[in-house]
């Protein structure tokens, strides 16, 4: 394909937010890009346009189906001025094979790159300051074919918008309380589970709705099937500290591959600390926190980055992690992860990509 990309610059700026004042996901900046999709051509007519509403067909796949997928990832600004971003390669990757378990036809990886690079320095003065903030980029796919046939659609629109934000949490890197989810269930290993696709998260929204009316951040679920084995904490894989080992559950075609989980476990490894990928049942995990072996606990992910748990609630018990402080190894990680994000310490794993005009 024609990997040109028009570009047609905005005469209106947007007011910016206070960077104290960005929230999450809620300040978007001028620009964003567009390219369409259809079967007889393939990936076309690629652009970045002022930041607008779109327009689709009522009958549009995606309202009908959930055909759709999407990434998140963020861009950062180092001391030294260059802007970075973090592993954008395992995004596209997993896009693509977001996109094949939808029947979206895949990305091309060198155009979705370059659609990155090009929109971040163009709206590059909407990197807000701040420890805490970033850029975040969301790359994402939808079906437009107008028809209510039940089939793959035969036309899409990739789209990458960008939004100023702060801490994911209001609570930043103190650390959070946890529902443990025993009624409903997210994903099951030959679904979606594994997809970064919309569905996912709808089906999580009510659970998480009532966990928040108790109190509560976010939602740790339980598999599918047996609803006992521990799988993904809200939209971000999860970790344990059980003595002198660190548990992860392992991908089991249920669970996101997540690229700060992948990060977090080369550390790991570096600093040559005990990990284990498998299987952990909720009562295994209640059991290590009755006999004072489930030291710390966090969740990972592009937003939060890390995400220390303070408490786990399962059936009635309040199961307190280290006080309600954050862990040791939690802030080692958070702080290793983020000072290589941000150019504030070396990066010996090759995974931080500077953005150049």
């Known amino acids: 394909m024609d990997r040109t990309i028009a570009v047609h610059k905005s005469t209106e700026k947007k007011t910016k937010t206070a960077a104290d004042q960005l929230g999450f996901g809620k300040v978007f900046t001028d620009h964003m890009f567009i390219m369409e999709y259809n079967a007889a051509i393939g990936w076309h ?33 180092a001391p030294d001025g260059r802007i970075l971003t973090f592993r954008p390669d395992q995004n596209i990757k997993r896009l693509n094979l977001s996109n094949d378990r939808l029947s979206i036809p895949p990305v091309d990886e060198e155009m979705y790159l370059e659609a990155v690079r090009q929109l971040v320095l163009i709206d590059r003065d909407w990197m807000p300051s701040g420890i805490e903030n970033s850029l ?24 990458v918008i960008l ?6 949490y209001e609570e930043g890197i103190h650390p959070v309380k946890i529902y443990v ?28 709705q009532e966990a928040g009316s108790e109190g509560y951040s976010q939602v740790m679920w339980l598999d599918g099937v047996h609803h006992k084995y521990i799988e993904e904490v809200g939209s971000m ?16 075609g249920s669970i996101l591959a997540g690229v700060t989980r992948n990060s977090v476990l080369h550390l790991l490894n570096d600093w040559n600390v005990k990990v284990e ?10 059991a290590a926190w009755e006999s004072g ?21 399962w059936q009635g018990r309040k199961m307190v992690l280290g006080d309600g402080r954050t862990g040791e190894l939690s802030r080692k990680i958070y702080e290793t992860l983020t000072g290589i994000q941000r150019g504030t310490l070396p990066d010996s794993f090759g995974w931080t990509v500077e953005l150049r005009d």
């Open 293 to 313: 072996e489930l030291i710390e606990a966090f969740g990972t992910g592009t937003a939060a980055v890390i995400s220390p748990i303070g408490e786990l609630g």
């Open 45 to 77: 007519q690629p652009r970045i346009v002022p930041y607008q509403p779109i327009t689709l067909d009522p009958a549009a796949k995606v309202f009908h189906y959930g055909q759709t997928v999407f990434e998140g990832m963020k861009a950062y600004e």
């Open 163 to 168: 939004s100023a934000v702060g801490s994911y």
């Open 136 to 159: 975040y980029i969301r790359p994402f796919v939808i079906a437009t074919e107008a028809t209510l046939g039940v089939s793959p659609s035969l036309e899409y629109k990739f789209m």
């Open 181 to 208: 989810e025993s009624e409903y269930v997210r994903a099951v290993a030959g679904g979606v589970g594994a997809a970064k696709t919309a569905g996912n998260y709808a089906a999580g929204l009510k659970a998480q």
């Open 277 to 286: 990928e498998r299987a952990i049942s909720i009562d295994e995990l209640a």
């Open 237 to 252: 894989n999860v970790f344990f500290r059980i003595g002198d080992t660190v548990v992860t559950p392992a991908l089991n």
